[in-house]
């Protein structure tokens, strides 16, 4: 295909197109942002093999206006646009283009001002913004134009094009710093001769030329290099608001135009110099602020990027078909060779191997899985064949879900950033008005002196490290906790975990390890044991439940209308008779003794058989409760189970208070109580009866084997089967806060101390753009330190 031709749609590519996509390790042109779009779907669908097996050229998307933006072709909504429950929409874009925190405001502040618009989050780690909005009100396309007119470039998200645009970010960053370096030292050169010169010693000619020459070194940083903050800085304007590249560009531009200005009227000072070296400085520090950024976001890339494309589907025929994984769904049947990776949560049906769970569990060592496992999307089969029966969706899988957990957390702002926003925006306002009143001050001294100073107050107080104080402390902390194992799904949870005075715990799965086992039988009138245990199997069959795990029964019965009654058991249908498998409660009757755990069996008239169950503590309960105990954090335990066992395990390990027998209603008024008594109150708990209460604490913990409606309530996912990661999240938030406190307090120390002696002249602005750079710096600097694991 010729390079003038559109690789999709083969036609024309118009004068000065600037779409193009990688395909086949190749960079390829497109005409339009459609034809872009269509190939990008094509290409990380796994479907390659379109451009190299087709005998003609792709249809290209129909335009029927010119006003429709390529976001609203009915293909791509299908890829981009999800639906809840409430048929709201949302979609997840990436976007080019964003330097800072006041880029993201921007972009939120634009969005969310729109009718329809229910939320809008930019993230600047990952250069990706989320939409939700009402669908009858206004269409993507409609939304993105609103951001792209801002200046910033839209394109599906997805890990391939984030690298990519990455890439492009670098290269531009680069190439920005290296036109304002190499000015920087040819004006510093001539600077250094014409301040040799102000004793009157230099000819009028010879101070000219180096003038001349210092605006041609200049020229292309003020205009070319430094036109990402005018961008943002008229971006900003635009939508009335004062963003922190509004001073930056008043100082770059101001003082190039004076020295334009003092070099055509021969006037006593220039400043092409400080214009370099700000532009310079303040370009090497957004540079290294992205740099961290982008390693920080490698994480979180790694875990994506193990999702195969494509997939081999079992036909009936016992025949494997390669199919894109994301076409797979709940019920297929999937062969999985070794060494790939498995496309999407299943369990496993013929075949043993060992699976390296690394990038979810951070285990090192591959564990061993045979049939009736539950294997995860995102692992690594490594000796055999394996043929698993898919349980959920690629989309649904648990490492899809992580990744659009940790993105919602970051997302998301808790309350200190938003007030870190709205400070910054107000402290631009104070420091223009401060630059104003410092020239109209030293007007009367003198021009010269009055362009000095007020550039000095400009460059000096320009509040980046304000507004980074707060944003890079939280996503340090993040990505900490997620390569740990922990993902925080909600913004508030860093802020507010230093606040716990209270944690409650389950009791199985949580504080004990949720392989419950029959310990005994106890059957009434002449109904034999092992008919009771397959009926209660065919019951908890499709329950993830703990309990569930000890009627596990190869050969149980089929039980029909199933359901799970939170708190109290299961109820099903069995050869036509209803079935209820729960507490003494549930069945209204009295179990046999108070000193095990038993599940009772029966129909609709009697109790057939009572189950005595058994489970271990975990290793770490009594560790985790103690040290809890010494932060000042008072303990109880929340169980359904009504037997004497929760009081046993919270006297074994000294918690203050135990409740047995409670129901979720239960739980969430003892959750209540406790806040009402005015304390903030940890929940960690697994299971479907805990989903509730874990929606009611302040911040809640699922466990890693936590039930998906669990892990839907919680605030805190633990990926590992460790207790002790509550206590690593919860030192890890009260360092965040020391961290921030130190971050606001230098950024606030220096802005305020640094502008009245800019003010007074006694900071030249080459000092002071020295000044801010590095305040901008130490903050991302010390961010980062959260990133060391204690």
């Not at 909005?133 to 134009?145: D, E, H, N, T, Y």
């Not at 043929?387 to 648990?398: D, E, G, I, K």
Request: net charge negative.
């Amino acid at each position: 295909m010729s390079p003038d031709t559109c690789y999709h749609c083969a036609l024309p590519i118009p004068a000065g197109s600037h779409w193009q996509q990688v395909i086949d390790g190749q960079s390829r042109a497109f005409c339009c942002p459609a034809c872009q779009t269509v190939a990008d779907i094509i290409h990380h669908n796994g479907l390659d093999n379109y451009y190299r097996l087709r005998d003609k050229p792709g249809n290209r998307p129909e335009h029927t206006d010119d006003d429709r933006h390529p976001f609203d072709n009915p293909e791509f909504q299908s890829q981009l646009v999800s639906t809840d429950a409430a048929q709201h929409c949302s979609a997840r874009l990436a976007v080019e283009g964003l330097h800072c925190a006041a880029c993201a405001w921007l972009v939120e502040s634009r969005l969310q001002h729109r009718d329809g618009v229910l939320d809008a989050h930019v993230s600047l780690s990952d250069q990706s913004l989320w939409i939700h909005w009402k669908p009858g009100s206004q269409s993507l396309g409609q939304l993105a134009r609103d951001v792209e007119q801002l200046g910033y470039r839209l394109s599906p998200w997805h890990p391939e094009a984030l690298l990519q645009m990455q890439q492009r970010e670098n290269r531009s960053s680069l190439q920005r710093m290296g036109v304002a370096g190499l000015a920087m030292m040819q004006t510093g050169m001539m600077a250094a001769a014409l301040y040799a010169g102000d004793d009157g010693s230099m000819e009028t000619r010879w101070r000219d030329l180096f003038r001349w020459v210092s605006l041609l070194f200049t020229l292309p940083v003020a205009t070319w290099a430094a036109w990402p903050f005018y961008r943002n800085a008229l971006a900003g304007l635009r939508e009335r608001t004062a963003t922190m590249d509004l001073p930056v560009s008043l100082a770059i531009a101001g003082a190039f135009l004076a020295s334009v200005i003092g070099t055509l009227w021969h006037s006593e000072h220039v400043y092409f110099d400080s214009v370099a070296m700000f532009t310079f400085l303040l370009l090497a520090g957004r540079h290294l602020e992205m740099r961290l950024r982008h390693r920080n976001r490698q994480h979180s890339l790694i875990r994506s990027s193990t999702l195969p494309w494509q997939a081999h589907r079992v036909e009936d025929s016992g025949h494997s078909t390669t199919v894109p994984a994301i076409s797979l769904s709940a019920g297929d049947r999937v062969q999985v060779l070794p060494g790939e990776a498995i496309p999407l949560d299943g369990i496993i049906e013929s075949g043993h191997s060992s699976i390296s769970e690394a990038v979810l569990t951070g285990e090192s060592l591959p564990q061993s899985r045979g049939p009736g496992d539950h294997v995860l999307a995102g692992t690594i089969n490594h000796d055999q064949i394996l043929v698993l029966r898919a349980t959920t969706s690629q989309q649904q899988s648990r490492v899809a879900l992580m990744q659009q957990h940790l993105q919602q957390a970051l997302s998301s702002k808790p309350a200190t950033v938003q007030m870190a926003d709205r400070l910054s925006s107000v402290f631009v306002i104070v420091v223009i008005a401060c630059a104003a009143l410092t020239a109209f001050y030293w007007w009367e001294t003198g021009a010269d002196a009055a362009m000095a100073a007020t550039l000095a107050v400009l460059v000096a107080s320009c509040p980046c490290a304000l507004s980074l104080a707060t944003p890079t402390a939280m996503s340090a902390a993040t990505y900490a906790l997620a390569q740990r194992g922990v993902l925080i799904t909600r913004a508030h949870v860093l802020e507010t975990l230093p606040r716990i005075r209270r944690a409650l715990f389950d009791k199985t799965g949580t504080l004990t390890h949720g392989d419950l086992r029959v310990h005994a039988v106890h059957t009434c009138g002449d109904h034999k044991a092992e008919t009771c245990l397959r009926i209660a199997a065919a019951l908890e069959r499709d329950s993830n439940h703990p309990v569930a795990h000890a009627f596990m029964h190869e050969d149980a019965p089929l039980a029909s209308d199933c359901q799970q009654h939170p708190g109290m058991g299961v109820s099903g249908i069995i050869d036509g008779v209803r079935y209820r498998l729960g507490h003494a409660g549930f069945l209204g009757s009295q179990a046999p003794d108070s000193d095990h755990h038993w599940i009772g069996l029966a129909d609709a008239q009697h109790v057939l058989a009572w189950f005595a169950l058994q489970d271990n503590l975990r290793d770490d309960a009594a560790d985790t409760i103690n040290r809890l105990r010494a932060q000042d954090i008072s303990t109880g335990l929340l169980t359904g189970d009504p037997s004497l066992q929760g009081q046993r395990i919270a006297t074994a390990l000294h918690m203050d208070s135990v409740q047995a027998g409670a129901s979720p209603e239960d739980k969430q008024q003892a959750i209540r109580d406790e806040q009402a008594r005015g304390l903030q109150v940890m929940m960690v708990g697994d299971g479907v009866n805990d989903a509730a209460v874990l929606s009611t604490a302040d911040v809640s913990f699922a466990m890693a084997g936590a039930t998906p409606l669990a892990r839907l309530q919680s605030d805190v996912l633990l990926m590992k089967d460790q207790l002790t990661l509550v206590l690593a999240t919860l030192e890890t938030a009260h360092r965040t806060r020391h961290i921030i406190r130190q971050n606001l307090v230098w950024a606030a120390a220096y802005n305020t101390s640094i502008i009245p002696l800019a003010a007074m002249g006694w900071v030249p602005p080459w000092l002071a753009a020295i000044g801010m750079t590095t305040s901008s710096l130490l903050v991302t600097l010390n961010a980062m330190r959260l990133m060391r694991s204690r």
